[in-house]
């Protein structure tokens, strides 16, 4: 038996023994997790931790009305990934990232929850809504349209902890929280700190990953505290290109390289800090900035296409120079007339530059007869300023066992948005290829005001029975008013048994992006144009103004704690989602040629209308998402042989389509590969288990993760069918394993060094059809779950201090 057919049939073995003993998964866990140890060594046994998500009142995890994961700053570190992002994919089952994005998604970093879509998940800073990335994702896929929280941002060196709430948190936190929240929590450290280096690459011997990090913390004269975070990280290129035997436009010697990962160098750095003034009041600030320089290759350009300039052929690439920051004052008390108080400005920005390089105008080059060969294509920016202002008491009742906690609050929000347009080389004549410029008819400069209101109870009925109430109205200045509202409760039959659940409804607004971006991306031999929503283009093709998705959650849940090493929950959910905005109302030929004329760009020359196609964001489908979420944790002693954790985590997730609307002109809006975006292009299940070994200096983590089956209809590429958006190839991704490993030894009582691999046997996605094969990409890395890079090696040393 090979060591290949020994894990296949062995895994789910083990899955289901881990979940019947209760063995479990730390950092998917919904009980928290203990502070990392000195010298990094990893502390699994999390029920004890004091969580803030979720509640109004710090509680800990194990007593949550709610499930809350608690993943810590060891845990993220022994993943061996250089982003947070990454990392907790490789953390929490819930928890998924599209294996490689395309175009300008390739150059950000977000994630999903519960397999919805990353506009539906909430990320807080310290509990302080975040912005999101200015950039929105381009190709079609599961995450089309999406602008989510760029996390890695982020420094992982800044980070204490980070809190998920796998459960729609819109009345307590507003839009954004369908799927639910993650709140990252920074460090506060007083007094110590270290510097890390971490260097690896892939098996293949390209994606050299070079991450130096640093974290240090100083007192504020007696009375507070600063800590300094920074990182460095460099990321080469990979190439997961096969080789291809296309003639005409893409015949060349030129290396095709377009499917691998982006090539970026990223500078990142973080502080936060607290000052007590006295009387019971303290001084907060935090914040973070980042700059990223990246690159993803395009198709290769054969030689026949510029051969003037390009003898060889060419490939382009896409550039970003992103900067992205985010900073919080505020204040708060413990007494204000009895009231406990938070008073906190934060603003934040992501401003990216888009250029291309290595490119050229064809159109340009015909009607003057030069090209330049790098253009800059435009700009894209996202703001956000938030104010907050809460109040907290407990107020005497009689009857009842507890006081009950009263909580309200004030948000205000000012969000803006603005595209700005390229240089005229860049979309006059046509246009660059793989991106075309931004034209002015493109450019938009857009903000909205919006002010909520939020009202909490929560109680002990009796002393087993606790019960949360939560209202919000929220007012949007450009698509008017919502009210959510939320229960939760929790019976706790014995100390060692309690069942909990929810019932919540939500809203999410449409983004600005949503609503205003317009861009034209066309390849060798076709072309897709998307058309802001409200835009006179999108209205040609029968596109309304966008509405509110709005949302009802439940979840019932199930905490087991028979022992002080033994946790285990089990909770089911269910989302369901109307008007759920999507990317739909797909049409070729005249008619896609007439709505990209109308926003401002030419039709790229040599490409057949039959290949050209358009779309805009609608409020497309309904639909339902159920699942299972499954944690424990059983930690075992072995005496003068250690300890081991053991750890698994299950995650099974279905999403079925309710409702399919219609266009204007009586169509479905979605058609075929579009609901299976939907419904199917994330895995059905995720299952991680492992366990972490310590014995004196010496420290082991392994973790096998198995991703559930995927499947989409992948557009024609070659053929009478090519570039159709009615006839598709169905295809299946099938089961997938990785296993994760890293050794860690302490040299010294400060300094720590550690090897390990990620994805250690080297697993990679399905290939696709041949007829749905393009230019050497092979690989479905739209609804993979999986990378396209394999196995990946790295050795990590830390200094404390």
């Not at 310290?126 to 929105?136: D, L």
């Not at 253009?375 to 066992?401: A, C, H, K, M, S």
């Not at 033994?566 to 709505?595: F, H, K, M, P």
Request: glycine share 10%; net charge neutral; hydrophobic share 35%.
């Amino acid at each position: 038996m090979t060591i290949v057919q020994w894990r296949r049939k062995s895994i789910p073995a083990a899955v289901a023994a881990f979940a019947l003993t209760g063995a479990a998964y730390a950092q998917s866990s919904g009980q928290p997790a203990a502070p990392a140890q000195q010298g990094g060594q990893i502390d699994v046994q999390v029920q004890d931790r004091v969580v803030v998500t979720g509640t109004r009142t710090a509680t800990k995890a194990a007593r949550s009305l709610t499930p809350v994961d608690v993943i810590t700053a060891a845990q993220l570190q022994s993943t061996g990934q250089s982003n947070l992002r990454d990392a907790l994919v490789s953390l929490s089952p819930s928890i998924q990232r599209q294996a490689m994005g395309g175009a300008q998604a390739a150059l950000v970093d977000v994630l999903t929850l519960h397999g919805l879509t990353p506009d539906q998940v909430l990320v807080l800073v310290n509990g302080k809504r975040r912005h999101s990335t200015a950039t929105i994702s381009l190709n079609p896929g599961p995450q089309q349209g999406s602008t989510g929280v760029d996390i890695d941002t982020i420094p992982v060196s800044a980070v204490d902890h980070v809190e998920v709430l796998r459960d729609g948190a819109a009345a307590q936190y507003g839009s954004d929280a369908i799927a639910g929240v993650i709140n990252i929590i920074l460090k506060s450290d007083r007094s110590g700190g270290y510097i890390e280096s971490s260097t690896g690459q892939t098996y293949r011997g390209d994606g050299l990953n070079q991450t130096e990090s640093a974290h240090y913390g100083l007192p504020l004269g007696g009375n507070g505290f600063l800590a300094l975070s920074a990182e460095i990280a460099r990321q080469n290129h990979t190439n997961r290109t096969d080789p291809y035997a296309h003639t005409g436009a893409l015949a060349g010697s030129v290396s095709n390289a377009y499917t691998g990962d982006p090539s970026s160098t990223r500078e990142a750095f973080g502080f936060n800090a607290g000052y007590d003034l006295g009387d019971n009041v303290r001084l907060y600030g935090f914040g973070t900035y980042a700059h990223k320089n990246a690159a993803s290759y395009q198709t290769v350009r054969g030689a026949g296409v510029l051969p003037a300039i390009y003898s060889n052929g060419f490939m382009p690439q896409d550039l970003l120079n992103e900067n992205d920051f985010s900073v919080t004052v505020g204040a708060k008390g413990d007494d204000l007339l009895g009231w406990k108080w938070d008073l906190s400005s934060t603003y934040g920005g992501d401003y990216d530059n888009f250029s291309q390089a290595s490119s050229e105008n064809i159109g340009l080059y015909r009607a003057t007869g030069s090209t330049p060969t790098n253009f800059y294509i435009g700009r894209q920016e996202n703001t956000q300023w938030t104010n907050n202002l809460d109040f907290t008491r407990p107020v005497n009742l009689p009857l009842l066992p507890a006081p009950v906690n009263v909580s309200f609050g004030f948000e205000q929000r000012t969000e803006g948005y603005s595209v700005g347009p390229g240089e005229p080389n860049a979309y006059l004549y046509g246009g660059t290829p793989a991106l075309v410029g931004l034209a002015p008819a493109a450019a938009s400069n857009t903000t909205r005001d919006v002010f909520g209101i939020y009202l909490d109870f929560s109680t002990n009925l009796t002393k087993k029975w606790r019960l949360d109430l939560s209202g919000r109205f929220e007012h949007y200045s450009d698509v008017g008013d919502t009210t959510n509202g939320k229960i939760s409760s929790r019976y706790d039959f014995a100390p060692w048994i309690a069942l909990r659940g929810s019932v919540g409804t939500g809203f999410r607004a449409p983004t600005l992006a949503e609503e205003h971006y317009t861009t034209l991306s066309p390849t060798p031999t076709s072309a897709f144009a998307l058309l802001a929503a409200n835009s006179a283009a999108a209205a040609s093709l029968g596109a309304q103004p966008l509405k509110p998705e709005q949302s009802t959650s439940y979840n019932v849940g199930l905490v087991l704690t028979p022992s002080h090493d033994l946790n285990v929950t089990i909770d089911a959910y269910q989302i369901d989602i109307r008007n759920r905005i999507v990317e739909g109302g797909s049409q070729v030929g005249a008619a896609a040629l007439g709505a990209i004329d109308l926003a401002g760009f030419s039709a790229p020359l040599g490409i057949p209308s039959s290949a050209v196609s358009a779309s805009y964001f609608t409020n497309g489908a309904n639909t339902r998402t159920r699942g299972i979420d499954l944690s424990a944790t059983y930690h075992t002693s072995f005496g003068r042989f250690g300890t081991v954790d053991w750890n698994a985590g299950i995650n099974l997730n279905d999403t079925a389509l309710k409702r399919l609307a219609r266009g204007a002109n009586g169509q479905p809006l979605l058609n075929g590969q579009q609901i299976d975006f939907l419904t199917t292009g994330t895995p059905k299940s995720k299952i991680v288990v492992g366990g972490v070994w310590q014995l004196g200096r010496w420290g082991l983590s392994l973790h096998e993760t198995r991703y559930g089956t995927t499947s989409a209809q992948e557009s024609y590429r070659t053929g009478p069918n090519a570039g159709s958006v009615s006839v598709f190839i169905p295809f299946t991704n099938r089961v997938e394993y990785t296993t994760d490993v890293e050794a860690r030894y302490k040299v010294t009582k400060r300094f720590q060094v550690a090897v390990g691999a990620r994805n250690l046997f080297d697993a990679r996605p399905n290939k696709m059809p041949l007829a749905a094969q393009y230019a050497g990409t092979v690989y479905d890395s739209t609804t993979s779950a999986i990378g396209l890079d394999g196995g990946f090696y790295y050795l990590r040393a830390r200094y404390q201090f």
